[in-house]
């Protein structure tokens, strides 16, 4: 019997329950689903984290063979810390035809649908690789060896979809992210005598409103994106840590800042101008009071955007699955750009609103939940 609503459900009960918020191991929830897909005939293979805590998973259902599909999303949920939420985050609570706990949105509904559907893929020409990562929630860490094994254990797919929330809206294009670490290194002295020190401080905020600057200067005059909002490239700094004391000269600062960039206004070319910038203005004016100082950055997270392409299997698959004949563009970024600088043809489109991802009494409606069963129901019937 093909599977319906009610199992769906229980195994988006089953999978809210593990609390795999980033900071945590998701190690419980990927031995459940070993042991799920192993009950039904299906193999798997771990990619283990560095530390051994985490893991992503791949599997493939039906024959090894090229031209199969790629249903991927990430495991790893955000933190409930200090949101006011009604019910139980880690139970699945209905209420008026939604379904509430962290992860019912973003994105274990998804991975549900597919895990109910296993039993009903019986008779597949063509394969379905599930593809479950880790630490998507915190930079996309996990996917990048994920996406090499895939690379390296299983025939080429024509598609990947990654199921993140879109209202089951076919995605053919999202922004990238890129999250730096900006460390100045200044000189300290008491702060009477500014003229013989070098604020780590006051060269930061200097660095911020450059930054400031270049976000401004592509919001006036772009490039843009079509379809996005907003249609450009940002630059935003979101946390800054300095000095020691009101009456000493800072000698270090660091603040943290990211890229949203969209694939016409890529992040590299930013950070080349940020870097030359510091080394060719900055940093001389302050060396001439003390040599040491300095301004290193570091790029902490290098998610790629997904640029649309008009000619896509997966974008054409998608379309024809849900039943649309255009495709939308995204704000937030994904794993499908990851996927798409592999070689690989990638869309997103899930159920669920990415207004209600990391929100709190985060839900789905049941409608959604419907919407993705009736979707993933006829891409097993096309590859069947």
């Known amino acids: 019997m093909t599977p319906g609503l009610a199992e769906v459900r229980e195994m988006i009960e089953r999978l809210v329950a593990f609390d795999t918020v980033s900071r945590n191991s998701n190690l419980e929830l990927i031995d459940f689903v070993r042991h799920w897909l192993s009950r039904h005939g299906v193999a798997s293979h771990l990619?283990?984290?560095?530390?051994?805590?985490k893991a992503n998973l791949l599997a493939t259902v039906g024959p090894s063979v090229p031209g199969g599909v790629v249903l991927s999303g990430h495991t790893d949920v955000v933190p409930v810390d200090g949101q006011r939420w009604t019910t139980d985050p880690f139970h699945v609570v209905e209420r008026n035809g939604r379904l509430y706990g962290r992860g019912t949105c973003d994105m274990k509904s998804f991975l549900a649908i597919a895990l109910a559907l296993v039993p009903g893929m019986r008779h597949l020409k063509r394969p379905i690789h599930l593809a479950l990562s880790y630490d998507e929630e915190v930079g996309c860490r996990g996917a990048p060896r994920l996406i090499d094994a895939m690379l390296a254990r299983i025939p080429t797919p024509a598609a990947v979809i990654v199921g993140e929330p879109t209202g089951m809206r076919v995605v053919s294009a999202h922004k990238g992210i890129a999250v730096l670490r900006t460390v100045v290194t200044g000189h300290e002295a008491h702060s009477s005598q500014t003229h013989r020190g070098v604020s780590a401080v006051t060269t930061a905020a200097r660095l911020i409103t450059h930054l400031?600057?270049?976000a401004r200067r592509r919001a006036a005059d772009g490039p843009f994106a079509p379809g996005v909002e907003p249609p450009q490239t940002t630059i935003h700094v979101g946390t800054v840590h300095g000095g020691t004391a009101v009456n000493i000269i800072a000698r270090e600062c660091h603040f943290d800042w990211d890229i949203r960039a969209i694939a016409e206004d890529p992040p590299e070319p930013i950070l080349q101008e940020f870097r030359r910038h510091c080394d060719e203005r900055v940093v001389p004016e302050l060396r001439r009071i003390a040599p040491g100082c300095g301004v290193t950055t570091e790029l902490l997270?290098?998610?790629?955007?997904?640029?649309?392409?008009?000619a896509n299997p997966a974008l054409e698959l998608a379309c024809?699955?849900?039943g649309v004949d255009t495709a939308a563009r995204v704000p937030f970024a994904a794993e499908a750009g990851l996927f798409q600088r592999s070689g690989l043809h990638s869309v997103i489109c899930g159920p669920g609103s990415i207004d209600q991802a990391h929100q709190p009494d985060e839900f789905i409606t049941l409608d959604q939940v419907r919407a993705g069963l009736d979707f993933q129901r006829r891409l097993v019937a096309s590859l069947s």
Do not use: I, K, Y
């Not at 990619?47 to 805590?53: A, K, L, Q, R």
């Not at 997270?301 to 008009?310: G, Q, S």
């Open 212 to 214: 400031d600057d270049l």
């Open 301 to 310: 997270v290098d998610a790629p955007p997904l640029a649309h392409e008009d």
């Open 320 to 322: 024809r699955l849900a």
């Open 47 to 53: 990619v283990v984290s560095d530390d051994g805590e």
